[in-house]
């Protein structure tokens, strides 16, 4: 029997959303440079599903009906072009290729073009949810040759979360690079909303607070208009121990690494002339923290005020008052960002359904998108997300507690 769609490229992300597609009912064909990888995945975690191991990429092609959808999880940049200069001669007019990494969405567009070229159908993929998200329901942002949609959406949308109201957490963004974009932007808004959990945390500590304080601090905080996946993995990761029983946020590397969409999303927002100051920040700082030795040797030189807080120096009303209001920017600069890249390049983006499609599975979902995506129903063409009734009255009324906690922050 003919596999229905062949995936390239077996590392944790590809793995999970070949074994999510076998769960939906699709026969998958799968294939990675390093064999051993791949003859692995079927004799274990495979063995049960409707996957189909193959040494050589040729065979994998071979295996697939028409026309062929083959899906690539490989690294972003010039691992993809190395895939695609092998598999693109094996294929015919009318077979679809799509990228479900994290893609310059230049290199997109691109590709797009390129393949075009050889009536080949190109679809650029953003897939949000990590490890998890992949195997049990990502949010699933697909773009590039819109003749290839027809053919892939039962399957993207088979695999897709589900929000509350039954739809699924997928749909066509555009054309070209509008599906990578969007993704791009998705990775930047994170990038400020763990930000401010960060610096919330750190002025929770300077209160005195413990670790288990804290935790339930977030927990609590994610049953109101704070509840979000970042929220609750918080205060998760906060009451977690390490295996020696220490809590492993005292343990871990103060290091954090970054793939480029947060970066991207930084510069692309200058050059639409978006003031995307709070995404940028935050991939400062993620720069600031990756050079840890240098941190070390300057901790020896220069110091700092005295970092402890008197239990009361600012109550912790305002400092979720100001997690709120700055996650709330974050988006806010996301979507002015997606309208002004629609805008400079045709590309019509649905704003309110791009927020609809990340109210599951992605890592950026959180309650108030269900007001996003109201708000957008309403006033598709409102300018900022802060000038919204729901959103301006919300981040006026805590604007107080807000600038209160800033101050107490960079005293």
Known sequence: MAADIGLIGLAVMGRNLVLNMARNGFEVAVYNRTTSRMTEFIAQDAADASVTGHEEMSDLVESLSTPRIVMLMVKAGGAVDAVLSELVPLLD?????????????????????????????????????????????????????????????????????????????????????????????????????????????????????????????????????????????????????????????????????????????????????????????????????????????????????????????????????????????SYAQGFAMLAAASDENDWDLDLGGIAAIWRAGCIIRATFLDDITSVFADSPNIANLLLADTFAEAVQAAQSGWRRTVGVGIA
């Open 93 to 329: 007019d009318g077979d679809i290729v799509i990228d479900g990494g994290n893609a310059d969405y230049l290199d997109t567009e691109r590709r797009c073009d390129e393949l075009a070229e050889q009536d080949i159908l190109f679809v650029g993929a953003g897939v949000s949810g990590g490890e998890e998200g992949a195997l049990n329901g990502p949010s699933i942002m697909p773009g590039g040759s819109p003749d290839a949609w027809p053919h892939v959406k039962p399957i993207l949308l088979a695999i897709a979360a589900v929000a509350d109201d039954g739809s699924p957490c997928c749909e066509w963004i555009g054309r070209g690079g509008a599906g990578h974009f969007v993704k791009m932007v998705h990775n930047g808004i994170e990038y400020g909303d763990m930000q401010v959990i960060s610096e919330a945390y750190a002025i929770m500590q300077a209160l005195g607070m413990s670790n288990t304080e804290m935790s339930t601090t977030f927990a609590d905080w994610n049953s109101g208009r704070l509840e979000s996946f970042l929220i609750e993995i918080t205060a998760e990761i906060l009451a977690t121990e390490s295996p020696d029983g220490e809590a492993v946020i005292d343990v871990i590397l103060d290091s954090a690494g970054q793939k480029g969409t947060g970066r991207w999303t930084a510069m692309y927002g200058f050059e639409l002339g978006q003031p995307v100051s709070m995404i940028a920040e935050a991939v400062i700082a993620r720069v600031v923290s990756a050079l840890i030795d240098e941190r070390h040797d300057a901790s020896t030189i220069l110091s700092g005020p005295d970092r402890t807080l008197d239990i009361d120096a600012v109550p912790l009303g305002d400092i979720s008052d100001a997690l709120y209001a700055s996650k709330v920017v």
